[in-house]
């Protein structure tokens, strides 16, 4: 486990402190991450109980089994994470400063765009792998 992180959105109403499980970031490039930030959502794994959000932070129910956090502000991506209890979080990375943290990991790599890609090796993950990880099916 890393050190401790402090963030903010971008209007900075809401702030997080977080210790991210690696430092590395976790790239998902499925069409509701997509659709949610414009591009690829870059987060930071987080085990339950080591993440604090303060602020107008609003939830969105985005499936059965999974909810987006964004502030009630300025619409900034918070996390994403599974409702089951112990679930991990998954912080939106770019509240933070990340600095020369790497890329660790791409998931749904089979829904990138063609258009552009992430320099460097790193494992990937199909939705297919994605789901059989997680025993859930579909973007959520
Ligand atoms: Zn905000
Ligand atoms: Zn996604």
Redesign the pocket.
């Known amino acids: 486990m890393s050190a401790a992180m402090t963030g903010r959105?971008?209007?900075?109403?809401?702030t997080v402190t977080a210790t991210p499980d690696r430092e590395a970031l976790i790239a998902c490039h499925c069409a509701m991450c997509r659709r949610w930030t414009s591009g690829m959502l870059m987060t930071l794994q987080c085990r339950e109980g080591t993440v604090r959000f303060d602020g107008p932070a609003k939830t969105l129910a985005s499936s059965d089994f999974a909810e987006r956090g964004f502030?009630g502000?300025?619409g900034?991506a918070l996390w994403y994470r599974m409702t089951r209890p112990g679930a991990n979080w998954y912080v939106a990375a770019g509240l933070f400063d990340t600095g020369a943290m790497p890329v660790g990991m791409e998931v749904f790599i089979d829904r990138k765009p063609q258009g552009y890609a992430l320099a460097g090796e790193r494992r990937t993950f199909t939705e297919a792998e994605c789901m059989a990880a997680s025993g859930l099916q579909g973007e959520a």
């Open positions: 959105c971008l209007c900075g109403r809401v502030c502000e300025c900034s």
